[in-house]
């Protein structure tokens, strides 16, 4: 599965984004989907990741209530509505693939997922 993150940029604090990830190659089929971020000099953090099904989701309690996780399985594409954004919540935002049925309880660590996309940056101006 190749994984094509995108819709970053440059946003003003309290504003909106609506980040992207699209799989080529393979469907997201058997696939949960996390995204993760990473903001200079600190370690990649898990923030969001939907489940084959999607109506089962988990988020990280920085963002809950402000960012929402969707997939749309007929275009192989998961999105990542982030609302009320803070400065803080600047970095790279990198999408993951992971097998669905391994997920378990380790949805949060980043070695659960095979693949990656490439990352999208983020910045939310104060």
């Known amino acids: 599965v190749q994984l094509q993150a995108s819709g970053g940029g440059l946003v003003q604090a309290g504003g909106s984004l609506r980040l992207s990830c699209a799989a080529s190659?393979?469907?997201?089929?058997?696939?949960?989907v996390g995204w993760f971020r990473q903001a200079p000099g600190k370690e990649r953090e898990f923030v969001t990741c939907?489940?084959?099904?999607?109506?089962?989701?988990y988020y990280s309690d920085s963002v809950k209530g402000r960012f929402t996780i969707s997939r749309d399985n007929t275009k192989d594409t998961v999105y990542l509505q982030m609302n009320s954004l803070k400065p803080e919540d600047t970095a790279v935002y990198y999408c993951?693939?992971?097998?669905?049925?391994?997920?378990?309880?380790?949805?949060?660590?980043?070695?659960?997922?095979?693949?990656w996309g490439q990352g999208t940056q983020v910045t939310v101006s104060s």
């Open positions: 939907i489940r084959e099904s999607a109506d089962i989701t």
């Open positions: 190659g393979r469907t997201f089929s058997g696939y949960a």
């Open positions: 993951a693939a992971g097998l669905d049925y391994v997920m378990g309880s380790g949805y949060a660590r980043s070695s659960i997922y095979a693949y």
